[in-house]
């Protein structure tokens, strides 16, 4: 019998269903000398099974995993968000030494892209080696895969190279758990059975409150909850940027993030 792939299911008004034995542990967001998240540091790991079910409602007593609170609490999950691929959801900030790509829906408000004036800004200035190395940090470390930075020079992408894992992201700073984070190009797919913009290098996942849950980014499985996240979708700086340089935006036409910048500003 062969291994089983490697997925997350979204099931109806219920968990996300994890198959074949995909690491599970605890990220953690920490704060640097800018009182800004500057880097993730690891948490509790968790036993390996080759099959579980996260809780989606918030309601479980015994999370990360489902303990089936859901039915009791007539749990609505419904997916609501756009599946528009990656390519129509995202613009790019050309600088010197990158190409920024943003889809500003996909937000997760964890904030790595604010130091040093911003991911946008660092990136319009990414002529400079120092401005190109914090803007491709910056964007790496987000947890969503809002953010991609592609190298000019070669029209690669640059990812972090993670491997298949889940990170259940802690955010101290705000006092919140969440959002579910899938790592290395995990499967994603729906309560229909389809899947949910491909295999995508990282990409979040939200999280019912359980004390005081923080905004989550906008997305296809909870109604409400994403709501409060928007805020964060674009900053003040980044709209300053978009102000100033209207010109430097467009619309990406069709790629994983993962293509090289040639088939993504193909056409």
């Given at each position: 019998m062969g291994k089983r792939a490697q997925k997350v299911t979204v099931t109806r008004n219920g968990p996300y269903a994890v198959s074949g034995r995909i690491p599970l542990q605890k990220e953690i967001i920490l704060i640097g000398g800018e009182g800004e998240p500057e880097k993730w540091g690891k948490g509790k790991k968790y036993p390996q099974k080759e099959s579980y079910d996260l809780c989606r409602c918030g309601n479980s007593k015994n999370k990360p995993y489902c303990d089936g609170s859901h039915k009791a609490s007539h749990f609505q999950g419904t997916e609501?968000?756009?599946?528009?691929?990656?390519s129509k959801l995202a613009r790019k900030i050309r600088g010197g030494g990158i190409i920024l790509c943003d889809a500003p829906s996909l937000c997760s408000a964890a904030r790595f892209?604010?130091?040093?004036?911003?991911?946008?800004?660092?990136?319009?200035?990414?002529?400079?080696?120092?401005?190109?190395?914090?803007?491709?940090?910056?964007?790496?470390?987000?947890?969503?895969?809002?953010?991609v930075a592609i190298e000019r020079k070669?029209?690669?992408?640059?990812?972090p190279g993670l491997k298949k894992s889940i990170g259940l992201v802690e955010?101290?700073?705000?006092?919140?758990?969440?959002?579910?984070?899938?790592k290395g190009?995990?499967?994603?797919v729906g309560a229909d059975g389809k899947k949910i913009r491909g295999a995508q290098p990282r990409h979040a996942l939200p999280l019912r409150p359980f004390a005081q849950q923080a905004v989550l980014r906008r997305n296809p499985h909870l109604s409400r909850v994403q709501r409060?996240?928007?805020?964060?979708?674009?900053?003040?700086?980044?709209?300053?940027l978009n102000s100033a340089q209207p010109g430097q935006l467009a619309l990406l036409p069709r790629p994983l993030v993962h293509e090289p910048v040639e088939q993504i500003s193909r056409g």
């Open positions: 609501t968000a756009s599946r528009e691929p990656y892209c604010h130091p040093n004036g911003g991911v946008w800004s660092l990136a319009a200035r990414s002529g400079n080696p120092k401005a190109k190395k914090a803007a491709i940090r910056e964007a790496c470390n987000c947890p969503s895969g809002r953010l070669t029209g690669k992408a640059i990812e955010d101290p700073q705000n006092a919140c758990s969440g959002p579910i984070w899938l190009g995990i499967i994603l409060r996240g928007q805020a964060f979708a674009q900053s003040e700086k980044e709209r300053e």
